[in-house]
């Protein structure tokens, strides 16, 4: 009988006789477990750098669409491919600390690069304040903006960074698809902030080149050691261009139908909006700019012009009629100059320029300026208000009653929407009975007063919601309404009587000092204007013979024309415009909103997909473990222990299970169930092995399982369970699930 030493010996030699065929690569297919741990072949350099170029290029094609001209476009996408050339480079670094260094350096490079272009040395030097005024402006800027020195250094380290991030995912991480999905965000969020206009242009350009990297990606085969010729690529491309050539024509015609893109069933730029004021007492006491004019005013902001739903509001964004100021300075060619004011800007904020009612023309230096021949404001094309801006306008003078008086003429169609209103109440009617027919000015003089010399001004004037039933209540009723109420009233009574009219509002006055106003929030003003043809829109400043008396230090507007009444007194509030809302902010919000979980969602099951996958190969070969004998046993729950501690990162796929026993501690558990495995599966008991030797294997192996999980961290735990090493470096590849999956395939052929 031979000894302990003498069997020991024996297993030994057959170990060492099972370890050959792994020195010379030729594995018997008929061995249960594979040492072997193949080489990862080279990355495709060349290739996964143009999948990411073509993706990054799509993110460019959107992001320059936020800017004025093509060459936004083209330097967003220069500063993404720079963005692809620093990933390739870091690559080759070694050393962590100065790949970082490197890659953080050339980022900030590739910003700068792009300022080259647009600037001279000295504003490269003075970078910081160009990005710091862009940042404070892009809230009010409206696309297609100025793609100033500010702006173009964002997007160069905008698009440089996500040119690396894209080709760092595809070769670092070696994911080319999730590398090749990596600027699609930007090129939602892009797609969003492009004008109309260039929406379909931008979204078809950017799904072509989308498509191309899709193409060119599929010919790249990670894990491969051989690609595909590229002969072969260019051809497949040249026969797929007739393809998307038709593709990109239907899909261009369909979105001329609105069946990709249908109406929206709600858009705010169709609807009128309720206009945004702050009272007097919340506003501090300020200069927001000076006039210098040989008139008093109106200086005019805007105007609510659309009454609905018994409120004035301010008309529809889509109704605006915005352009550039042209060269010549004109913008009204129908009339002529009759008044001139300087303006010089202080402390107001926002985008609407002061200006004069019935604009002819404005001369300024410096920003573009805007003008909305609808609303009659005076826009800047981009960026806010700044300190000191300075220009000059003129405005068509302003006629003589006796003038007003011969007006003859229809109302032109431009000017008939803002007739409309609801049926007068009785008490209206009754007054535009009693009123002159003709001309016209008398018959609003005439209605306007009567509601001026009853009317007591009380309360604040914040807008608020004037039915025509209040109208009747100001007339003949409590013969009370707020000053904002008072100038809706003598609009809507002037559109009952025939004459387009609306609310103007600003500023009027101001206090004199040497020869300009100082206008202040106090001098805030609305009232009423209206249309009369060869003059247009003119301003009529009215006030009620008596108001409430004000009590207290606050600012208030003061008239000495209107005289106190008996009534308990209330402050008095105006109407003062604010910075325009942008929707930009919100539409990133509700996007973010939207994708951001499913993101979440998406990234949850990318890394927790691992333990489902690892759950259905063990399942996979236990199940043809069970129908193919003790042997299949042991080895599956041998190889179930070794990829456990490769999970945990005890990774060594070339050692046998007696080679493994002196890596760890010395373990008995271990050690038994090394013997059994490789006496059963290549030494003296491969012809004696009974089911209590399977039963063994398995229970050792989940003992040593469960005991190898204790001993770590919770958090280590976690990462072991979703850890892809196993899945990508398993112990005994193809052991039992593709055998399982061929032996089903035979028996449904055989079926």
């Given at each position: 009988m031979a000894t302990t030493e003498e069997r020991q010996t024996e297993v030994l030699e057959s170990e060492e006789e099972a370890l050959d065929p792994l020195e010379t690569g030729e594995l018997p297919a008929e061995d249960l477990l594979s040492m072997e741990e193949p080489p990862e072949p080279?990355?495709?350099?060349?290739?996964?750098?143009?999948?990411?170029?073509?993706?990054?290029?799509?993110?460019?094609?959107?992001?320059?669409?936020?800017?004025?001209?093509?060459?936004?476009?083209?330097?967003?996408?220069?500063?993404?491919?720079?963005?692809?050339?620093?990933?390739?480079?870091?690559?080759?670094?070694?050393?962590?600390?100065?790949?970082?260094?490197?890659?953080?350096?050339?980022?900030?490079?590739?910003?700068?690069?792009?300022?080259?272009?647009g600037g001279t040395f000295s504003d490269i030097l003075d970078l910081n304040a160009f990005v710091k005024d862009s940042?404070?402006?892009?809230?009010?800027?409206?696309?297609?903006?100025?793609?100033?020195?500010?702006?173009?250094?964002?997007?160069?380290?905008?698009?440089?960074?996500?040119?690396?991030?894209?080709?760092?995912?595809?070769?670092?991480?070696?994911?080319?698809?999730?590398?090749?999905?990596?600027?699609?965000p930007i090129v939602a969020i892009g797609a969003i902030s492009v004008t109309d206009e260039a929406q379909i242009p931008s979204g078809l350009a950017a799904l072509v080149l989308f498509a191309i990297g899709l193409g060119v990606l599929s010919g790249v085969q990670i894990g491969e050691a051989e690609q595909r010729d590229i002969k072969y690529e260019l051809r497949r491309a040249i026969r797929a261009i007739p393809m998307v050539a038709i593709i990109t024509v239907a899909l261009f015609f369909l979105t001329r139908f609105n069946i990709l893109f249908p109406e929206p069933l709600f858009d705010p730029t169709q609807d009128a909006q309720k206009p945004k004021t702050v009272p007097l007492t919340k506003v501090p006491d300020r200069v927001l700019f000076t006039v210098e004019s040989s008139i008093t005013g109106p200086w005019r902001m805007g105007g609510l012009d659309v009454y609905e739903d018994d409120a004035w509001l301010l008309p529809p964004f889509?109704?605006?009629?915005?352009?550039?100021?042209?060269?010549?300075?004109?913008?009204?060619?129908?009339?002529?100059?009759?008044?001139?004011?300087?303006?010089?800007?202080?402390?107001?904020?926002?985008?609407?320029?002061?200006?004069?009612?019935?604009?002819?023309?404005?001369?300024?230096?410096?920003?573009?300026?805007?003008?909305?021949?609808?609303?009659?404001?005076?826009?800047?094309g981009e960026g806010t208000i700044v300190p000191e801006l300075e220009y000059t306008v003129t405005a068509a003078r302003i006629p003589s009653v006796d003038e007003l008086k011969n007006v003859v003429g229809s109302i032109p169609k431009d000017a008939q929407p803002f007739l409309k209103m609801p049926p007068p109440p009785p008490a209206v009617q009754d007054l535009l009975a009693r009123a002159p027919a003709t001309p016209p000015w008398d018959?609003?003089?005439?209605?306007?007063?009567?509601?001026?010399?009853?009317?007591?001004?009380?309360?604040?004037?914040?807008?608020?919601?004037?039915?025509?039933?209040?109208?009747?209540?100001?007339?003949?009723?409590?013969?009370?309404?707020?000053?904002?109420?008072?100038?809706?009233?003598?609009?809507?009574?002037?559109?009952?009587?025939?004459?387009?009219?609306?609310?103007?509002?600003g500023f009027d006055g101001g206090e004199k000092v040497g020869p300009v106003f100082e206008v202040r929030p106090k001098h805030g003003a609305s009232f009423l204007e209206v249309y009369f043809p060869g003059y247009k829109w003119l301003p009529i400043i009215g006030t009620p013979l008596q108001a409430q008396s004000s009590v207290g230090s606050d600012q208030t507007q003061r008239n000495e024309n209107v005289l106190p009444s008996d009534d308990i007194a209330v402050k008095v509030v105006v109407a003062y415009q604010t910075d325009p809302r942008t929707f930009l902010i919100d539409q990133i919000q509700r996007i973010v909103a939207i994708v951001l979980p499913i993101i979440l969602l998406l990234l949850l099951l990318y890394f927790t997909y691992p333990a489902l996958r690892k759950s259905i190969v063990r399942a996979r070969r236990r199940t043809w473990a069970q129908h193919n004998?003790?042997?299949?046993?042991?080895?599956?729950?041998y190889a179930d222990w070794r990829d456990l501690a490769t999970?945990?990162?005890?990774?060594?796929?070339s050692d046998t299970p007696l080679m493994f026993l002196d890596r760890v501690v010395s373990d008995q558990e271990h050690t038994e169930l090394a013997w059994l495995a490789t006496r059963t599966l290549w030494g003296d008991l491969q012809g004696e092995i009974k089911t209590e030797d399977a039963r063994a294997a398995e229970e050792l192996s989940r003992s040593l399982r469960k005991r190898m999980s204790q001993a770590?961290?919770?958090?280590?735990?976690?990462?072991?369970a979703v850890s892809r090493l196993s899945l990508k470096f398993p112990y005994a590849p193809n052991l039992g699930e593709d055998k399982l999956r061929k032996e089903r395939g035979d028996a449904k052929k055989a079926a």
């Open positions: 080279p990355l495709p350099f060349g290739r996964l750098a143009i999948v990411v170029a073509f993706s990054v290029m799509a993110a460019a094609v959107m992001v320059g669409g936020v800017y004025k001209g093509a060459t936004p476009r083209m330097w967003a996408a220069i500063a993404g491919l720079l963005g692809i050339g620093l990933a390739i480079l870091a690559l080759k670094i070694k050393n962590a600390i100065v790949m970082n260094l490197a890659i953080l350096g050339g980022i900030i490079v590739i910003g700068i690069l792009m300022t080259i272009p940042l404070r402006d892009k809230d009010v800027v409206r696309p297609p903006a100025q793609f100033t020195l500010g702006w173009r250094a964002i997007v160069g380290w905008l698009m440089g960074g996500l040119g690396f991030t894209a080709a760092w995912v595809a070769m670092q991480i070696r994911k080319p698809a999730l590398g090749l999905m990596v600027p699609m889509k109704d605006n009629r915005i352009a550039e100021v042209p060269r010549s300075g004109i913008v009204d060619q129908e009339l002529q100059a009759g008044h001139r004011a300087t303006f010089r800007m202080k402390d107001l904020t926002g985008v609407v320029l002061p200006g004069l009612p019935n604009l002819v023309g404005l001369v300024a230096t410096g920003p573009v300026l805007a003008y909305d021949s609808r609303t009659g404001n005076i826009r800047l018959r609003l003089d005439f209605v306007r007063n009567e509601l001026l010399q009853n009317v007591v001004a009380t309360g604040a004037g914040t807008p608020v919601a004037v039915p025509p039933a209040k109208v009747s209540d100001m007339l003949v009723g409590s013969k009370t309404g707020t000053p904002y109420e008072i100038v809706a009233g003598q609009a809507m009574l002037a559109r009952w009587a025939g004459i387009p009219a609306r609310i103007g509002y004998g003790d042997r299949a046993r042991i080895a599956v729950a999970d945990f990162g005890y990774k060594h796929q770590h961290t919770g958090t280590l735990r976690f990462v072991a």
